[in-house]
């Protein structure tokens, strides 16, 4: 896996960026039916900001993946740390539901002892 | 009762997933008229994830049973609770009123000494 | 059925009357699932108008009856013209939703020559 | 009953006046406990337009009566009309509900022939 | 008085023109205390259009004037109409009301027998 | 292609069904990049009601099928139209945009002579 | 004063219990004018909590009562802790405001040394 | 000016499509100011339809042009309906406002005797 | 300047009050024209409480001065403390903005030591 | 680079400073096409405060330079505390999205040591 990075513009001070893609489907691995939701990733850069043309590539990618909610949103945090190596980064899932439930994960990349500024919990 | 659950697809870092369902309906136990609520079960799993389609399921038993707003708000956590064995859980419902009065309950099952994520109130 | 009515105060002139139930639910004949809804009836009265609470418990008995959109809706109409008698009823069902699909049900009863005052369509 | 009106400043053309009072309260003949709604009063006038404080006096005049959403909106279209004698007028009152159920009723008051403006129903 | 017109850049086919001044004030002429409103002019220009700067002070013009709703509705349309001669014109006023009542009003200015396009009421 | 119906419950009145499906979801045959959006379909029925499993289902089918915006529009209305041979139709499809541009688009099938309801446009 | 409680079915853990009363009126004891609010009480029960309809009926009591905004959640809090002696407790008053001012009163009641949960303030 | 078109895919039933583009700019040929505001082309398709980069692209090449709304509105029409030739269009500006005046300008273009579909007026 | 108060009803535990005016207007001192805002007063009572009309009066003394944002908003607060002497005390000022930008001012008056409750922003 | 200030009129006290520019655009310095957003400067002032009219001429100086939003982000705040020299401050740029992806970014200056007031994430 591949997504284009581009230098952090200024590393001198840490600050928070927000991609919000509402226009996130995967399919259910177990009823195969397609799975609509927003994806919310949130990041504190270090050297390297993602790409956006990339990143709407990257989570295009799932478009016929049979995926949990639980494993795509972790899967999707693990990708997007492993090209930023940001200082603190998370990731939302807004699920349209199945079966009248809607839901919403949360995961956040917080290595040890950071304390520099986070993003208060999106509001859908 | 038995409630489906599946195994965490990641238990390295603690997480926190909602389940919203908008669509519950109980009785109640004193007029027998039917009262009309959301329920929001929010946790941070351990070894295993409630299974949607079990969860719905469990909710729609609570159809024609006679209970307090006090009451079934207690079963719901402690019933989760006992399949899910979270790190963190928290049961908010959310009922439409009687006479007028709209009312919302907030439960949270916190161990003692639980320091990992959790998830602000739900805005209903 | 019974649905308890009480005298038009003012048969003078025509105007229109309108009732909104949020809290309707019946159940799938084909899943046994619960469907969930808001049911509108709107009427311009003849001799008599419809008394609420014999409104609400006449709506409550679908509770666990299972029937399609298209049939309750139609059975809703035609129950409360019959004992309303009214010069002009519309009914409107507004559904949750299953499968990702909400849906909508417009019917009137509309007696031919009827030149008297409608409401418009209920915004959901 | 008396209602305090001014002259229409402007007899030329016919216009509409619109007046929401959105603090109404009145009391159910049945049970005797508190109805709350909004009141819509809209008209063309002719030689006399209604008096803000008055009109809101006359509407608080309500407040510990009992008696029907049918019958109380068609008083206060037979009042206003009565002290304002409008080229048109519609009475509109929206209530919060009873039971579960929230109502709408509408009343136009439209001398035969009439053929200048009106306005688009209210909406709440 | 003197508002500044334009020439209409295309004479050859009616179309609508509506500005939306949401902060208008002026006085009452009973108690002294400040109305504070909508001002929405909708037209169909002939040869001319209105200047927005000089509209804009024009209604400025009212800040300190003590005038009830229904007479300055009627004024804002008349000195609307002379300076830009419309084909058609409309003139509504929103107030945020006063005792709890607040105010809607719509006048019209319709040459007879004018059959080009209109503009919908405005949605407050 | 395969729709399943039901025999419409009541043949004696027409009336309006509409069916609203925010999960809609086909590819630009152009880019590549998927287009999402809300497909209604709105209908008065002749003898058949459309199931709305199947009607999930076939919307599903143009997943990964590239095509514009009005092709696929009209096809949807086309084999809608064949499956329930309705008295009138009406397919809307609504576009979260492409290039900051969003779209909407609205085709009735309305056969000569038909006089009956139609339904307002799609409030999205 | 005498409003009925029931016995808490949890008295394990403490919780939230938060009932929104959107039809609360009592009136201006300077100007005899009706005031309309909305009340807000949240608690965390210890041996009691409070029966809906003994509070609905509690504070209709306050219908034609003249008193201050201060003074009536004061009084609100002191009732409504008297007879339910919870852990904690807060009364929100929102008022819909009279000459153009809107306003919000927030009383807590929080014995010395209380740490357990407590509700985020009303949004209303 | 060449603006991109493509067949329309169905040439045998008229119906609506509408384009909304809600980042657009020009300036203003008075004081330089730049204005912002929603451009929404709404038309019925004779033999070609707009591509919608094309489109895009078109409206950009206002951004640095100098032009009263009155102006430019007209001149989108003009051009539009020159490379589309359709059956009926509409093009409507909706203005962030310039001094506190928001403005909304809607022209159509409708030859003589159509009698086809026509889009209700953009809700902004 | 002169602001009636009444006294606290209960100086037994702190508590807050807030009170917002959505109809403020002064003028700006460099250009003359109006500006037109929401003033939030948000505040602890020691011994006395603001009087309502007496606020309204107040603030209405703006009308016609010329004042920045900035002195504005410290000017308030200071006389407001000054007859009111809190335990706590915030003005907020939400402005519907000049030249395309809205501002908002936030001051606190704090006095050294104070724990009792604070108020969150006001949500405009 | 000169941006006109004018003196804080009150320096006894630290107070937030909020001004939200919702006309803001720029372009993207890899495909040319223009980017549009709102850009919300907050502070706290020290001895001088920032001149409306000169930071709405600052911000449209953007208008035709191509640049990444976390290059612009930072440069706007850079350039806005050289001017102002604040106690604190941030920029939060709130972007309309590009291939379907929205963005926002927050960058705070807060000097070492720092204690006083800040404001609240903006709710876009």
Chains 1, 2, 3, 4, 5, 6, 7, 8, 9, 10 share one sequence.
């Not at 927000?18 to 850069?45: A, L, M, N, R, W």
């Amino acid at each position: 896996m591949e997504i284009e990075t581009f230098p952090n513009p200024n590393t001198e001070r840490p600050y928070v960026i927000q991609h919000i893609q509402e226009e996130f489907t995967s399919t259910c691995p177990k009823t195969g039916h397609p799975d609509f939701g927003t994806v919310v990733f949130t990041y504190v850069p270090s050297a390297h900001c993602i790409e956006l043309k990339a990143m709407k590539e990257y989570l295009q990618g799932f478009r016929n993946e049979g995926i949990f909610y639980e494993a795509v949103t972790n899967r999707i945090l693990d990708d997007l740390v492993k090209v930023t190596k940001p200082q603190w980064a998370r990731v939302e899932t807004i699920w349209r539901g199945r079966g009248g439930i809607r839901s919403v994960l949360t995961i956040e990349h917080c290595p040890k002892g950071y304390t520099g500024p986070k993003a208060e919990p999106f509001r859908y």
